[in-house]
């Protein structure tokens, strides 16, 4: 088999742990958790974010997340969406890590409601009291970096810039910041929110990224099962792409058929 | 709303996510749950701010005035 082929060839690492699927996918905005469950599925994603949420005390016999999709064969990567500053985030994993036993964790401090975009300060010194109480943190970041250095420095063990606003799918708008992040990371690069349609996951893997996380773009399609087959498809592409090297562009045309021997 | 005949204990007075309850004095926190409908092993519980570690729920009594959260995992991005 060629080398491309195999699977187990090509795995990333993260926090110690390797991973075949550079794809992560959010269980977020799905219709129930049936789809949910058939989109992680036909995603190929081996892990998957979930939030952190109060127990509905009034209706507690509701299907929950996990008669769905098993932790146990699915890594849970527990995030802090919704969180605005590092106290609410520190706090929301540490419940996390109490419920789950979990310390591979998303890291994300919200600035704003309207853009989503991350507060870096708070972010940074939500990494620093994680990274010291031992977790793992995988951290949504601003595509800066000076931020995504200093996020490494306390503790980050992945840097994840977004391609665009949270929920948006207008695509990479970033990619020239998204390759300097690449090449200056000793960490891996994932870039997580923005990405739309496969071929902007493809863009994310053609310049380097580690991994791609989505869940809008996935579950707001009008089939969430087919298009999370597209992104999974569009994943590896852009991954083989990247390793394979592609070719230089130039200005004008160079034609593929011999000069010589014309008739 | 909790299987044991209440009015034959003392109650108390407590606060689970933002709710008030009255349940029996003396109950542990598992058993909390347990009649909440939660099973103890898919959530976590924070007691007045401070996370109680899940392997003594069972030994940690509810006391009147206390404030709950009780979270689990849902789906999110």
Same mark, same amino acid.
């Given at each position: 088999?060629?080398?491309?082929?195999?699977?187990?060839?090509?795995?990333?690492? %993260?926090?110690?742990?390797?991973?075949?699927?550079?794809?992560?996918?959010?269980?977020?905005?799905?219709?129930?958790?049936?789809?949910?469950?058939?989109?992680?599925?036909?995603?190929?994603?081996?892990? %998957?974010?979930?939030?952190?949420?109060?127990?509905?005390?009034?209706?507690?016999?509701?299907?929950?997340?996990?008669?769905?999709?098993?932790?146990?064969?699915?890594?849970?990567?527990?995030?802090?969406?919704?969180?605005?500053?590092?106290?609410?985030?520190?706090?929301?994993? #540490?419940?996390?890590?109490?419920?789950?036993?979990?310390?591979?964790?998303?890291?994300?401090?919200?600035?704003?409601?309207?853009?989503?975009?991350?507060?870096?300060?708070?972010?940074?010194?939500?990494?620093?009291?994680?990274?010291?109480?031992?977790?793992?943190?995988?951290?949504?970041?601003?595509?800066?970096?000076?931020?995504?250095?200093?996020?490494?420095?306390?503790?980050?063990?992945?840097?994840?810039?977004?391609?665009?606003?949270?929920?948006?799918?207008?695509?990479?708008?970033? #990619?020239?910041? $998204? #390759?300097?992040?690449?090449?200056?990371? #000793?960490?891996?690069?994932?870039?997580?929110?923005?990405?739309?349609?496969?071929?902007?996951?493809?863009?994310?893997?053609?310049?380097?990224?580690?991994?791609?996380?989505?869940?809008?773009?996935?579950?707001?399609?009008?089939?969430?099962?087919?298009?999370?087959?597209?992104?999974?498809?569009? %994943?590896?592409?852009?991954?083989?792409?990247?390793?394979?090297?592609?070719?230089?562009?130039?200005?004008?045309?160079?034609?593929?058929?011999?000069?010589?021997?014309? $008739? | 709303?909790?299987?044991? @005949?209440?009015?034959?204990?003392?109650?108390?007075?407590?606060?689970?996510?933002?709710?008030?309850?009255?349940? @029996?004095?003396? +109950?542990? +926190? *598992?058993?909390?749950?347990?009649?909440?409908?939660?099973?103890?092993?898919?959530? *976590?519980?924070?007691?007045?701010?401070?996370?109680? @570690?899940?392997?003594?729920?069972?030994?940690?009594?509810?006391?009147?005035?206390?404030?709950?959260? +009780?979270?689990?995992?849902?789906?999110?991005?």
């Amino acid at each position: 088999m060629a080398r491309d082929e195999r699977p187990d060839d090509d795995n990333w690492q %993260v926090a110690g742990r390797s991973f075949a699927s550079r794809l992560i996918v959010g269980t977020g905005k799905y219709k129930d958790f049936a789809q949910n469950a058939a989109a992680v599925e036909a995603s190929g994603a081996e892990i %998957v974010t979930v939030a952190v949420r109060r127990v509905n005390i009034s209706d507690p016999k509701q299907p929950m997340l996990m008669d769905f999709i098993d932790p146990k064969k699915i890594t849970y990567l527990p995030n802090t969406a919704g969180c605005f500053t590092a106290e609410e985030a520190i706090r929301t994993l #540490r419940l996390a890590r109490e419920a789950g036993g979990w310390t591979l964790v998303k890291l994300e401090v919200l600035g704003e409601a309207r853009t989503l975009y991350p507060d870096m300060v708070e972010t940074l010194r939500a990494t620093e009291v994680l990274a010291k109480e031992g977790f793992e943190p995988m951290v949504y970041c601003a595509d800066d970096p000076i931020a995504a250095k200093r996020l490494e420095d306390a503790g980050a063990v992945a840097i994840m810039p977004l391609g665009a606003p949270i929920g948006s799918g207008l695509g990479l708008q970033n #990619r020239v910041m $998204i #390759r300097i992040l690449v090449e200056q990371a #000793r960490v891996p690069v994932l870039v997580d929110a923005g990405v739309g349609t496969a071929s902007d996951a493809s863009v994310a893997m053609e310049l380097g990224c580690d991994g791609v996380l989505m869940n809008t773009a996935i579950a707001e399609a009008k089939d969430p099962v087919t298009m999370a087959r597209a992104m999974k498809g569009a %994943v590896e592409s852009g991954r083989l792409a990247y390793r394979a090297g592609r070719m230089g562009k130039r200005r004008y045309a160079d034609p593929s058929s011999p000069l010589a021997g014309l $008739i | 709303m909790f299987g044991f @005949p209440v009015e034959q204990h003392e109650t108390i007075s407590i606060r689970i996510n933002g709710q008030h309850r009255r349940v @029996p004095k003396g +109950i542990s +926190i *598992a058993d909390l749950a347990l009649e909440l409908g939660l099973e103890p092993a898919r959530v *976590a519980v924070e007691r007045n701010l401070e996370i109680v @570690p899940r392997s003594t729920l069972r030994d940690v009594a509810v006391e009147d005035g206390d404030d709950y959260e +009780i979270v689990t995992f849902v789906g999110g991005g």
